[in-house]
């Protein structure tokens, strides 16, 4: 089983809908939680990093954790075309990232 | 201000050939992070720095690879005798003190080996 495990997609939505990201992690002893967006051939951004259960909201942006279940995920509001990319989930494990294969999205207009 | 800086962004080299990537963090930043990315994979862990010293080198695949930071700032990473399957981006990451801090990542260097 892979620590951090993502659909690899793609994900398709319609410009304005709400894309949902999901990510599932193994390592119960992990603290932190980060969600990087990649275009292609870019190096990964930071979107959101959310540290306690329940939902962090940062503008059209949304992570929801629940330690219990071992489940992050990232809410993104009235999607835009330029929100097509990868997103990539990441968990800190033991001061190292460990992250997911990435959910390629598409926003279409 | 500044971000994470790796030079060169491409490197070609032949099978066998020794190659050094790299690295200027953030200005103040003390943890410095290596990852590899694959095509189609999320980066993969190799090592980290905190100041001038290793302080996790559990994911460097073998003793083809080394990293060093000596003055606690830039960091180069070292790979002797090439092999293809070392293609790959090289990815920089730093963050202000380690531990679970966010970490910011560079541009990145892409390999390609011959």
Redesign the interface.
């Known amino acids: 089983q892979k620590e ?1 495990e993502q659909n ?1 997609g793609p994900l398709s939505v319609p410009e304005g809908a709400i894309a949902s990201l999901n990510c599932t992690y193994s390592d119960r002893g992990s ?2 939680f ?1 969600w ?1 967006r990649q275009y292609s051939g ?5 979107i959101m ?1 959310i ?1 306690s259960n329940g939902d962090k909201e940062d503008g059209r942006f949304t992570a929801q954790l629940n330690k219990a279940s071992q489940y992050v995920s990232l809410l993104i509001r009235d999607s835009q075309p330029s929100d097509s990319a990868t997103y ?1 989930c ?1 968990v ?1 494990g ?9 959910t390629r999205l598409l926003v279409s207009p | 201000g500044a971000g994470v800086s790796q030079t060169p962004s491409n490197k070609v080299t032949e099978k066998g050939k020794y190659v050094e990537l790299r690295c200027d963090p953030i200005s103040g930043h003390t ?1 410095l ?1 290596w ?1 590899r990315q694959s095509l ?6 190799l090592i ?1 720095f905190q100041g001038t010293g290793a ?2 080198d559990s ?1 460097l695949p073998n003793d083809r690879f080394f990293a060093v930071r000596p003055e606690g700032s830039v960091s180069t990473l070292k790979i002797q005798r090439t092999e293809r399957g070392d293609s790959a ?1 090289y ?1 920089c ?1 730093s963050s202000l003190d ?3 801090d ?7 260097t892409r390999l390609t080996v011959l």
């Open positions: 951090v690899s603290q932190s980060f990087y870019k190096s990964p951004e930071l990093f540290y990539l990441a800190n033991f001061q190292k990232l460990v992250f997911g294969t990435g | 943890a992070y990852y189609g994979q999320g980066p993969e862990f980290y302080a996790d994911g981006v990815l990451a380690g531990g679970s966010t970490q910011y990542f560079g541009p990145g």
